[in-house]
């Protein structure tokens, strides 16, 4: 159980092209979904938080403009990269939580590699 | 300050051995998670261990809380635990997990 699907698993585009990836709770309702960022050889950076139907809650330093968060279900989330530059270009992960509550793991995807030419 | 703190950073094992990780943790971050992160970016889960032991195959994890830290415990490693590990915690308003650097670990036959 606790099955998160993340699509696509790797984008090459073009600069100044916006990606969207999607984020699905196979098997349970996410409350909550949250979406990190991963550079080479470096740890998990959370990026945002989303509770369904609500706003989402960004991380200082990332741009809620750049990044756009939508939650608009118990079981999808979708992050959409606008007018992505070279310097976007990262690894990209979410998770999905049932409930509120901290003491609930958090399950992840497999996943997004990102590449912008 | 560092909030989850892994030792060592890096790990070169044979075939066959045991192994240990370290996770600190600071007073800000409870419920330890460790994860497996394989080369081609799957984060997998291995224990969700705010504290006590817990074990599953070859792995097994203890959490003192109290002193804040949590080890991983890997026997007769295989090539395929290669990757890194990653221990994170939740922070004190149970809004975001927080990620430690990672050890990562190299197994070779």
């Known amino acids: 159980g606790a099955v998160v699907s993340q699509h696509p698993s790797w984008v090459i585009c073009k600069s100044g092209t916006s990606v969207k990836i999607e984020c699905r709770s196979l098997d349970f309702q996410a409350t909550t979904m949250f979406w990190y960022r991963q550079f080479p050889k470096q740890s998990l950076m959370l990026m945002a938080t989303s509770n369904e139907g609500s706003k989402a809650t960004y991380e200082q330093g990332v741009e809620k403009d750049k990044f756009l968060i939508n939650h608009a279900s118990l079981t999808l989330s979708t992050l959409t990269v606008t007018s992505a530059h070279p310097e976007d270009s990262s690894f990209y992960i979410c998770?999905?939580?049932?409930?509120?509550?901290?003491?609930?793991?958090?399950?992840f995807g497999d996943g997004t590699r990102l590449s912008i030419l | 300050g560092i909030q989850v703190e892994q030792s060592p950073p890096d790990l070169i094992l044979q075939e066959g051995a045991n192994s240990t990780l370290r996770c600190n943790f600071s007073d800000s971050v409870n419920n330890l998670q460790w994860f497996h992160q394989n080369p081609w970016g799957q984060l997998i889960n291995l224990f969700y261990?705010?504290?006590g032991t817990k074990q599953n195959g070859r792995l097994s994890a203890t959490t003192v809380a109290t002193e804040r830290y949590s080890l991983l415990y890997i026997s007769s490693s295989q090539t395929t635990d290669s990757g890194v590990y990653f221990c994170?915690?939740?922070?004190?308003?149970?809004?975001?997990?927080?990620f430690g650097k990672g050890t990562t670990l190299s197994v070779s036959s």
């Open positions: 994170a915690g939740i922070n004190q308003a149970g809004t975001a997990l927080i």
């Open positions: 261990i705010p504290s």
């Open positions: 998770s999905a939580r049932t409930g509120f509550g901290g003491n609930q793991p958090q399950h």
